[in-house]
């Protein structure tokens, strides 16, 4: 690697879908072309145990950027709120959630 940064242009992505609502602190996780997006904070210290989806449908060749938003629900009991936490991919197919402000670091909760 030479250490040089190589910059790609800037496109606009068209947003479609229900996008999360404004918050910080949250994860996000690429798997395979999507992007997971859980938890975090937003206004007046509440916290989320959300999970939202972004797919990406990119075509280069025509410079078109799209990417749809989606909210994900789950079949089984989610992981408590919180924030400031840590989110990884394993084997494209398991998203682990672990720790996060006021959560115990040892346990992590598999989605």
């Not at 938890?39 to 449908?57: A, E, I, K, P, W």
Request: with cysteine; proline share 3%.
């Amino acid at each position: 690697m030479s250490g040089k940064l190589i910059f790609h242009h800037r496109h606009k992505v068209n947003c479609h879908g229900e996008a999360p609502s404004l918050r910080d602190s949250q994860s996000l996780t690429q798997i395979n072309n999507f992007c997971y997006i859980f938890g975090g904070q937003g206004d007046n210290d509440q916290l989320f145990n959300d999970l939202f989806l972004l797919d990406f449908d990119i075509i280069e060749s025509e410079k078109k950027f799209n990417a749809t938003w989606k909210l994900i629900e789950t079949k089984d009991s989610r992981p408590s709120k919180r924030t400031s936490h840590s989110a990884i991919a394993y084997k494209s197919k398991y998203l682990f959630i672990i720790g996060g402000e006021g959560y115990p670091i040892g346990i992590i909760l598999i989605y």
